[in-house]
């Protein structure tokens, strides 16, 4: 909101819109304004630590180049992502979507209807597959564990790219879903190198990622990923996906 401001001609206008979403539980918070917006070769370096994209600006206004910065990352830390869309003299948006479970408007706590499953398992008498989860949000992480343990999946878990490096090459998973932004080695390089493996090279890989600009889809397929989702992370979508992407392989085989 401040950046909208600081942006905006006293003439234009500025404006903060939140929609919820209940069938896959996000909640969106959007901030839009009329000003002075950013070209598009600026844009991947939106979100760097201590990066101004126009220094006369940065004169006339002040700031640090941490805002954005500070802002991506705790959306990442909360399981959410961060979107721009942007054209130069019209304008920016840019929406923070959360995970989000609406809680009844009441204090007791109804026991389901139903037991039943909220999806098919697995067949329990055929061997699970393994997935290696390479994802560094602790609270992500847990979600994610159980869900893919209850569609009957075994789930590996390494906290950065360099971990799931070597748990890749120890452990040869069926399918691999990548973070995108992590500690001592990104997703990225940790996919080219995961490809350099030759055990490893048709493996599927399905990219995590809280940014989502013009360019990621892109990035990621060059780096050798086969897919691409957005935090957060629908969850039923996931599995769907996985279970595409493992049918594929098995086919190929």
Same mark, same amino acid.
């Given at each position: 909101? !401040? +950046?909208?401001?600081?942006?905006?001609?006293?003439?234009?206008?500025?404006?903060?819109?939140?929609?919820?979403?209940?069938? +896959?539980?996000?909640?969106?918070?959007?901030?839009?304004?009329?000003?002075?917006?950013?070209?598009?070769?600026?844009?991947?370096?939106?979100? *760097?630590?201590?990066?101004?994209?126009?220094?006369? %600006?940065?004169?006339?206004?002040?700031?640090?180049? /941490?805002?954005?910065?500070?802002?991506? *990352?705790?959306?990442?830390? &909360?399981?959410?992502?961060?979107?721009?869309?942007?054209?130069? *003299?019209?304008?920016?948006?840019?929406?923070?979507?959360?995970?989000?479970?609406?809680?009844?408007?009441?204090?007791?706590?109804?026991?389901?209807? !139903?037991?039943?499953?909220?999806?098919? /398992?697995? +067949?329990?008498?055929?061997?699970?597959?393994?997935?290696?989860?390479?994802?560094?949000?602790?609270? %992500?992480?847990?979600?994610?564990?159980?869900?893919?343990?209850?569609?009957?999946?075994?789930?590996?878990?390494?906290?950065?790219?360099?971990?799931?490096? &070597?748990?890749?090459?120890?452990?040869?998973?069926?399918?691999? %879903?990548?973070?995108?932004?992590?500690?001592?080695?990104?997703?990225?390089?940790?996919?080219?190198?995961?490809?350099?493996?030759?055990? /490893?090279?048709?493996?599927?890989?399905?990219?995590?990622?809280?940014?989502?600009?013009?360019?990621?889809?892109?990035?990621? /397929?060059?780096?050798?990923? +086969?897919?691409?989702?957005?935090?957060?992370?629908?969850?039923?979508?996931?599995?769907?996906?996985?279970?595409? &992407?493992?049918?594929?392989?098995?086919?190929?085989?």
């Amino acid at each position: 909101l !401040s +950046n909208a401001v600081k942006f905006t001609p006293g003439s234009g206008k500025i404006g903060l819109k939140v929609d919820s979403d209940q069938e +896959n539980n996000i909640l969106s918070f959007c901030v839009w304004d009329t000003g002075i917006g950013i070209k598009a070769e600026e844009m991947p370096h939106l979100f *760097q630590p201590f990066v101004q994209l126009d220094a006369g %600006l940065t004169r006339e206004t002040g700031g640090t180049g /941490l805002g954005l910065a500070l802002v991506s *990352q705790m959306a990442r830390l &909360h399981g959410g992502s961060i979107r721009v869309e942007s054209e130069t *003299q019209r304008g920016s948006r840019f929406t923070i979507s959360l995970p989000w479970i609406p809680v009844p408007n009441t204090a007791v706590l109804v026991p389901p209807a !139903s037991t039943r499953p909220l999806m098919p /398992l697995a +067949n329990e008498a055929a061997p699970k597959a393994t997935l290696l989860l390479i994802e560094d949000t602790e609270s %992500l992480v847990m979600l994610m564990h159980d869900y893919l343990e209850r569609a009957g999946y075994s789930v590996i878990i390494a906290k950065d790219g360099l971990e799931g490096l &070597h748990l890749a090459k120890s452990i040869s998973p069926a399918l691999i %879903l990548m973070d995108i932004m992590m500690p001592n080695m990104d997703g990225l390089e940790a996919t080219r190198k995961i490809r350099e493996i030759s055990a /490893l090279q048709k493996t599927p890989i399905i990219a995590l990622t809280a940014l989502a600009m013009s360019g990621d889809l892109e990035r990621c /397929l060059a780096a050798g990923m +086969n897919d691409y989702i957005s935090k957060p992370v629908d969850l039923k979508k996931l599995v769907i996906t996985i279970q595409t &992407h493992l049918a594929a392989t098995q086919e190929t085989q």
